[in-house]
């Protein structure tokens, strides 16, 4: 049984950073890649970043220059790295590993 949850969610202001983990327990024969979605209220869910098995990153481009994502080298530990924080990346995140979910934490960016 594979289980990811997330942490670190909470409120701040603009420009201010919050750093989001994700915690992989459990069994997993191999991972793909790992990554971070998030869903702001009435809108539909939005990619954000991506990490791969060879440290490759891809960023979604309204974070792109201020979220950074990383992972230990056991995989089993996921970061985000969110600086200069906006009232838009209000939303709630969630950690994906491959075909796994987490439950998700919330984020919220005061203006």
């Known amino acids: 049984q594979v289980h990811v949850e997330e942490s670190g969610g909470g409120l701040v202001q603009t420009g201010e950073s919050l750093k989001l983990s994700c915690t992989v327990s459990?069994?997993?024969?191999?991972?793909?890649?790992m990554g971070w979605y998030r869903q702001a209220p009435g809108k539909q869910r939005e990619f954000v970043a991506q990490i791969f098995t060879n440290d490759k990153t891809i960023y979604a481009d309204s974070v792109k220059g201020r979220f950074t994502i990383s992972s230990n080298n056991a995989k089993n530990m996921l970061y985000l790295q969110m600086n200069n924080l906006k009232p838009e990346d209000t939303a709630v995140y969630s950690c994906?590993?491959?075909?796994?979910w987490g439950q998700g934490t919330q984020v919220t960016v005061s203006a």
């Open positions: 994906y590993v491959d075909l796994y």
């Open positions: 459990g069994s997993i024969s191999s991972i793909n890649y």
